[in-house]
């Protein structure tokens, strides 16, 4: 066992090895092959072989440096994915523990919180005051 170990760490000298991209799409992979379960289609399967293989081929691939701006190219786009998607749990979470009125007079929209009952509410803008349930 140490022996293939050993073999296999001086296979991988001067190869790329595993990054961020790589365990992306070994995830996938998976995440495809549970799919193809319940899917049965084969076209599941090639696209999970198909993965596998690039997985593969990116670990084992000599030209580092392409193999690291694609790593790079990935990081930048799950970043703004990420950066996306917590926007939109920031947005749900507000819409669920406030309420945004207009000010009847002048448009202005103000943040109420929930659960408070009938509050007057102030509008910083045009200082009209309204009573609103919250
Ligand atoms: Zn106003």
Known sequence: MSQFRERFSRFMIGRYGADKLSRFL???????????????????????????????????????????????KFERISFRVTEFFKKWRFKFQQMRQYHIYKCPSCGQKIRIPRGKGKVSVHCPKCSTDFIKKS
């Open 26 to 72: 070994i995830g996938f992979t998976f995440a495809l092959i549970v799919a193809g379960i319940f899917i049965r289609s084969y076209w599941v399967d090639i696209a999970a072989l198909f993965l596998m293989v690039l997985s593969y081929f990116r670990m084992f691939s000599r030209n580092i440096g392409k193999r690291f701006e694609e790593n790079q």
